[in-house]
């Protein structure tokens, strides 16, 4: 099954997230986001706690006023995939040399011509799932 294009403005966009967001530029990354964005951050206890757009940017905005080095802009791009006005985007995240790597979850949608970000999953950087999701078969099929 071969996949179908994909539009060059989600490229962009992620580009963007990860520069303008890098640098705290709090004004800059407004229109990246809808209005009702939230984060999912999983911890490593398991439990999955949500981040409102505003506590987001709150948090954004005072690590800018308070002079914070801007974030790394280390990322990859592991996977796009549109289907009409949504898509789901797949990084490689390091925000730090400092840090351990991220997996980033976007998820994506395009209302009024214009590609933002409706919501984010934060997982740790898992080490792979080789093969299949399912454990290998005890019984011949």
Same mark, same amino acid.
């Given at each position: 099954?071969?996949? =179908?294009?994909?539009?060059?403005?989600?490229?962009?966009?992620?580009?963007? @997230?990860?520069?303008?967001? =890098?640098?705290?530029? #709090?004004?800059?990354?407004?229109?990246?986001?809808?209005?009702?964005?939230?984060? +999912? #951050? +999983?911890?490593?206890?398991?439990? #999955?706690? !949500?981040? *409102?757009?505003?506590?987001?940017?709150?948090?954004? !905005? *005072?690590?800018?006023?308070?002079?914070?080095?801007?974030? *790394?802009?280390?990322?990859?791009?592991?996977? @796009?995939?549109?289907?009409?006005?949504?898509?789901?985007?797949?990084?490689? !995240?390091?925000? *730090?040399?400092?840090?351990?790597?991220?997996?980033?979850?976007?998820?994506?949608?395009?209302?009024?011509?214009? %590609?933002?970000?409706?919501?984010?999953?934060?997982?740790? %950087?898992?080490?792979?799932?080789?093969?299949?999701?399912?454990?290998?078969?005890? !019984?011949?099929?």
């Amino acid at each position: 099954m071969t996949q =179908s294009p994909i539009d060059p403005a989600i490229e962009t966009l992620i580009h963007d @997230i990860v520069h303008i967001g =890098s640098a705290y530029d #709090v004004d800059g990354m407004e229109p990246l986001y809808t209005a009702d964005q939230s984060f +999912l #951050v +999983l911890g490593g206890d398991g439990e #999955v706690r !949500r981040v *409102s757009r505003a506590d987001s940017f709150a948090e954004f !905005r *005072s690590r800018r006023d308070a002079g914070e080095r801007p974030l *790394s802009t280390e990322h990859r791009v592991l996977h @796009i995939e549109q289907q009409g006005n949504h898509a789901t985007a797949i990084l490689y !995240r390091r925000m *730090s040399p400092d840090l351990p790597p991220a997996m980033y979850e976007l998820r994506l949608r395009n209302d009024e011509g214009a %590609w933002q970000v409706a919501g984010e999953t934060v997982t740790p %950087w898992p080490g792979g799932i080789e093969g299949s999701l399912l454990p290998a078969r005890t !019984r011949p099929a």
